[in-house]
Each structure stands twice: as C-alpha cells, then as structure tokens.
C-alpha cells in the first residue's frame, strides 16, 4: 500500500512540475510577444512614415521647379526692352525682316529698300541711299574697318545679349561718313550690325544713331 502511495505522490509532483513549466513557458511566449511589438513599428507605420517621406519631397521638388520656372521666366522678361510711346507710335509704321535660316527678326523703316540678301548678309539702304544698315553673320576680323576710327562706344542690349556699341568716323575714302557697330554671339553664332550715315552734324547725325538705337531694341535671335 505505501509503495501505491508513494508511485500516486511521485505522478501528482511530476504533474504539478510539467504544469508549472508550461505556466512559465506562456507567459514568457506572451511577454516576449508584447514586448516584440513595442519596440517594432507596424508594417502599417512603416508604409505611413514611407509615404510622408515621399509625399514631402515631392512637394520640396514641386517648389523647386516652381523656382526654376519663375526664374526663368524673370529673366526672360527682364530682358525685354521698353519703348517710349513715340517709339511704338513709329514703329507702327516699320516693316519686318525674318532670316529663318538663323532665327533673326528686327523691324526697319518701311521705305527702305533691301539691296541685298542672303542667309549671312543683308544690306538695307535708305533716305536715297545716305543711310544703309546692313547684318552680317561673320567674325568681325573679317570685315573692313581700316577707313574708320573709333571716336566713342556706350554700353547696350541687344538680343537679351549685353554688348557694346561702337561708333567709327571716317576718313579718307570714307571721309564724310560714320557708322555704328554693335557684335553679339547668340547661340554661339557671331552678329555683326552696323549703319552707314552721313557726318552732317552732331544734332542730324545723332537721329540716325537713335534711329540705329531703335532698330537694336526690335532685334530678336531665338
């Protein structure tokens, strides 16, 4: 009988350990669990801070191109010359010159008469001949200045392109004669401007070189 006693006890304490491990077992399963989920952000919080991220520089972007654009658009604008009312009354009255081959347009009075033209020369003559402007797309070294002197130059724009224009008095052969040079390269192709008028006098001449003036501002190469 002590010995059934004994095997009856020894099950019951066998039973009792196996319980309690299981016991300890769970509940270190369950702690472990939680404690996993606490220090690990959900696949759900990942995709949100994701999108954030991605939602913010999209928009840092969006400014940024907006920048760009505004910028680029001041300073296109910025460039555009301005004309007094006299000048848009006059140029109502002048005609349009296209050279498609290099995507150069500018206005001249209508009277005047093209002499010439090609896609890399145009020479335009007015007042019986007196004054000719003429366009060249060439390097300056290539054309003739030795019957000419520089007497004076000032600053201007011509094309959204700041440049200098020069003004030539001429002598021997070209004596009785002056002419303006402006040079520019556009889209890394040279332009050469000029107009031949006659030297009669400061207050005369100086209206060809405001006339020469206006037709610098309608020049345009895209």
Same mark, same amino acid.
């Given at each position: ?35 996993? *989920?606490?220090? $690990?952000?959900? =696949? ?5 801070? %994701? ?5 913010? @520089? ?85 054309? *003739?200045?030795? $019957?000419?002197? =520089? ?5 201007? %724009? ?5 440049? @200098? ?58």
């Amino acid at each position: 009988m002590e010995t059934e006693s004994s095997k009856i006890k020894i099950i019951k304490w066998v039973s009792l350990a196996v319980a309690i491990l299981v016991i300890i077992g769970l509940g270190s399963y369950l702690y472990l669990s939680e404690k996993t *989920n606490y220090f $690990e952000p959900s =696949k759900t919080n990942q995709n949100s801070e %994701t999108n954030n991220e991605q939602a913010n @520089t999209n928009q840092t972007n969006e400014k940024e191109s907006n920048q760009n654009a505004t910028n680029t658009s001041t300073s296109q604008t910025s460039c555009q010359p301005t004309y007094s009312n006299d000048e848009i009354e006059l140029l109502k009255t002048f005609a349009t010159y296209t050279n498609k081959a290099y995507n150069l347009t500018f206005k001249y009075p209508s009277e005047w008469t093209k002499v010439y033209q090609e896609d890399k020369y145009i020479l335009l003559k007015g007042e019986k001949g007196s004054v000719s402007l003429q366009i060249t797309i060439a390097d300056r070294a290539v054309l *003739n200045t030795e $019957e000419f002197k =520089k007497v004076s130059s000032k600053n201007v %724009t011509v094309a959204c392109t700041p440049t @200098t224009e020069t003004c030539y008095q001429g002598y021997g052969l070209s004596e009785g004669s002056n002419k303006n040079v402006v040079e520019i390269k556009k889209n890394n192709i040279p332009f050469v401007i000029e107009i031949f008028y006659p030297n009669i006098g400061a207050s005369l001449s100086s209206d060809y070189v405001e006339l020469f003036d206006l037709i610098l501002k309608t020049i345009e190469i895209k």
